[in-house]
């Protein structure tokens, strides 16, 4: 059997480099990962002459590396991975809906985004491609019984949020089955970053800056990441520092934001609204680099647009750490609040093994004391030179993931204070000369809700032949799922926020 | 009693209750840190909802519509048979505590059966936890009022809360708390039910109520507040003393109740809301609270 090939993350790696494994020896290498401490990071298709061929990247915490491999599809078939490695079952299902593959035995074979298949004449479900799919048109697990009731929720739902659609199974108010069904936003950016000839689409930043609209830095430097590796660009340390500096930014002011919707949800008013005016004190520390509060516009391949000057940063000091000293005040109400400590420990419980076996990635993961962080274990960009410890917490209930935030955000401020105290010379922003043809690169980043990663291949002009994006949230939704699993459902609000989960950044 | 007093206390009973929910509303941006809305805010909501017109679904029937109806008038007959500031109320005879009782009894039916009408799954599921959690708060009530009936050898309202207190502080305190236990749960304050949530899997009361519209649901808001009104005049005409002077007594009411509100807002300040299933333990341990109320009483 040929080995995958081993790499890091944000590196350009000539694609014929990445060995073309038999079908067989493919889904070995994907069904022996979790047993060799490897997970699932993407798993995804592309056609190649008129053959469908999978990709995989597989995620080795432990040693920081990345495995690559692929396979050439001889039919319209293959046989399904997902009951022998169940983190690939939503791969799976996207390959099914994109690409018009069946993967045979797979246990819950259901479209993901109900779109076409990109394959004229090709159909997973032989559905008609006249007809264009309705979304949330299908069939959903069904529990019969006498005393069993079906509670459909969404996709418009009472407050202002993105639309997905919830059907709970209950017995009484216990949830038997919870299935979460999306699409509803899809809006075809993977397909719209494609171009056929060597120039990258002038759009594409753009695209990438409203992925999902709260992982704005998130997203984008994972794309930067990707396109400078391709063209080989070098990019200065100060920018690299900014950009780090605007990520951490982000993930305070969402886990901020997040804190006081949990106390929200609750009921528990004083640090409801405490968190909410103080998310905007770290979404206004943003808008002082760039002007926009969501970090838009701030990088760009090659570097970053805007500097922070001795002055600003100092200003910026000052107002992070009167947000911050107010963050943990507020957030220590939480934890002194008995009320509040009743109902989030204990709610929504997802084990070690659940999160491992389902390969939950970032801050859902290390809530259930699984040490997994793309800036400790596959660093990239400033992440390689400053390290910000790992915070996990053991117990997978909304009390870890409310904990590990508050745990987060003491640690990003402390790195920001630190960065805007010495930042490093060095050009804003290096040109970005044309992409490498017929190559490779896979950027991790991890966001505020965790692993973030773009895959992309150049064809022989150096234009992109495949970019796929998978959002935290792609591997996440099934976690939520299952943290309902025998929950009250009245505790699903809460345990949807404590998940925080991007509807736009599934749906693409 | 006077006539004036009888139109002082028809007036207080019709204008004062939705002032409560504004004293709350107020109490709850204090505590944020917020100016919060207007003090008479819930009046603006109910005069604005009274203009709207409104939609019923073709699935629901007449009960749908008695549902809001049933609802006020109960709670109208309820606040005539509470002595508020004056040693009557406008009208007793012996045993109207068990009328008092099931007077909200009878509104509760009706709203849940409202509720069932739509045939939604979410309604459904309120009416369950309404109809669940009303079963251990009747009890609490029920004990509660027991304490006074013993005290005062009277099954009417208006003697056994004109009655004077004298060397019963403990269980007159016991009673107070279990019966502002109760008014949290009846009227689905926080730690019970969280009024202000738009999440309709976690309500109990609001989301009985989701098809409600227009006028019918500006009725529904001014009989919960009505029902405040009522459970909190009994709490109040419990705790507070007497002055012995007729206007005086009023003044009492009305600043107890005034103080009512904010307590009922500082708790929901402070206070996450319960796991719903823990819901039955509070109510139950407001009921022995009663009970002890009755065993110190009776020794």
């Not at chain 1, 760039?290 to 107002?319: E, H, Q, T, W, Y």
């Not at chain 2, 006077?2 to 028809?10: G, K």
């Not at chain 2, 002077?245 to 009922?264: H, I, T």
Request: aromatic residues 8%.
């Amino acid at each position: 059997m040929k080995d995958l090939l081993s790499t890091r993350n944000s590196r350009a790696i000539p694609k014929d480099t990445v060995p073309v494994l038999s079908l067989e020896d493919f889904r070995k290498s994907i069904i022996e990962a979790p047993g060799r401490h490897r997970r699932v990071a993407a798993l995804f298709a592309y056609e190649v002459d008129k053959t469908v061929e999978l990709f995989v990247v597989l995620a080795e915490d432990r040693d920081g590396q990345l495995y690559l491999g692929s396979t050439r599809l001889e039919s319209n078939s293959f046989p399904s991975m997902t009951n022998e490695c169940p983190q690939v079952h939503l791969f799976e299902r996207e390959i099914a809906e994109e690409w018009g593959v069946v993967p045979v035995g797979h246990p819950w074979l259901k479209p993901v985004r109900f779109v076409r298949s990109r394959r004229e004449g090709h159909d997973a479900w032989g559905r008609s491609a006249d007809v264009a799919p309705m979304v949330g048109v299908m069939d959903f697990y069904s529990v019969k019984g006498e005393e069993i009731h079906e509670v459909a929720v969404g996709p418009v739902h009472a407050g202002v949020i993105e639309p997905g659609h919830f059907r709970f199974q209950c017995h009484g108010e216990e949830v038997f089955h919870l299935e979460i069904s999306l699409g509803y936003q899809h809006r075809g950016i993977e397909r719209a970053l494609l171009t056929k000839q060597g120039e990258l689409s002038k759009r594409a930043l753009h695209y990438v800056e409203t992925l999902a609209g709260d992982t704005t830095i998130g997203h984008t430097t994972a794309y930067c990441h990707v396109v400078e590796a391709l063209s080989e660009c070098r990019v200065s340390a100060r920018a690299h520092t900014l950009r780090g500096i605007a990520l951490e930014l982000e993930r305070l002011a969402n886990h901020t934001g997040d804190l006081g919707a949990l106390a929200n949800d609750v009921g528990f008013l004083p640090t409801a609204s405490f968190c909410g005016r103080l998310r905007g004190d770290f979404l206004n520390l943003t808008a002082s680099i760039c002007g926009n509060r969501f970090g838009r516009s701030l990088l760009g391949p090659g570097g970053v647009r805007f500097d922070i000057d001795k002055s600003r940063a100092d200003d910026m000091i000052v107002r992070l750490d009167a947000a911050v000293r107010d963050v943990e005040g507020a957030v220590d109400l939480l934890w002194n609040s008995p009320s509040v400590q009743a109902r989030f420990e204990d709610t929504g419980q997802v084990s070690t093994s659940v999160a491992t076996s389902l390969g939950l990635v970032g801050l859902a993961a290390r809530a259930s004391g699984v040490e997994r962080d793309v800036r400790h274990d596959l660093p990239a960009g400033i992440f390689r030179l400053a390290q910000i410890p790992v915070s996990v917490w053991h117990s997978g209930d909304v009390f870890a993931r409310a904990y590990v935030r508050s745990l987060e955000i003491s640690r990003s401020a402390i790195f920001v204070r630190e960065h805007l105290r010495a930042l490093p010379g060095g050009v804003l922003r290096a040109p970005c000369g044309r992409a490498a043809p017929n190559s490779v690169c896979v950027s991790l980043v991890e966001g505020w809700r965790g692993e973030i990663c773009h895959v992309a291949i150049t064809n022989p002009t150096g234009a992109f032949h495949a970019y796929k994006v998978f959002d935290p949230s792609f591997h996440n939704w099934s976690g939520l799922a299952m943290a309902l699993r025998n929950e009250q459902i009245s505790d699903f609000p809460l345990c949807n926020k404590s998940f925080d989960l991007s509807y736009c950044g599934f749906d693409l | 009693m006077s006539i004036l007093q009888s139109l002082v206390h028809v007036l207080l009973a019709c204008t004062m209750p939705p002032l409560l929910l504004g004293v709350i509303g107020k109490t709850k941006a204090a505590f944020a840190g917020r100016v919060g809305a207007p003090l008479l805010q819930p009046y603006y909501d109910i005069a604005k909802l009274m203009r709207k017109g409104s939609v019923v679904s073709r699935t629901t029937t007449w009960v749908f519509r008695a549902g809001p109806v049933v609802g006020v008038a109960t709670g109208l007959l309820a606040v005539a048979l509470v002595p508020l500031g004056g040693e009557q109320a406008l009208f007793s005879f012996p045993g109207d505590l068990v009328l008092f009782a099931y007077l909200f009894g009878l509104g509760r039916f009706f709203t849940v059966l409202a509720a069932l009408d739509t045939g939604s799954a979410f309604e459904g599921m309120g009416g369950a936890r309404e109809a669940t959690f009303s079963c251990f708060a009747e009890p609490a009530l029920f004990l509660g009022l027991l304490v006074l009936v013993k005290r005062s050898a009277s099954t009417s309202l208006s003697t056994m809360l004109g009655a004077h207190w004298h060397g019963e502080a403990a269980s007159l305190v016991l009673v107070v708390v279990s019966l502002f236990i109760v008014l949290l749960a009846e009227t689905c304050r926080i730690p019970f039910d969280d009024p202000n949530t738009h999440l309709e899997l976690t309500m109990i009361h609001e989301v009985m109520v989701l098809d409600h519209s227009g006028p019918a649901l500006g009725i529904i808001h001014y009989s919960a507040s009505l029902k405040l009104f009522v459970l909190g005049a009994l709490v109040v005409r419990i705790a507070a003393p007497r002055t012995g002077n007729v206007w005086g007594d009023w003044g009492v009411l009305v600043g107890g109740m005034l103080g009512l509100a904010l307590l009922v807002g500082a708790v929901e300040s402070m206070m996450a809301r319960l796991r719903l299933r823990q819901v039955p333990s509070l109510l139950v341990a407001a009921c022995l609270l009663s009970a002890f109320g009755i065993v110190l009483i009776a020794r």
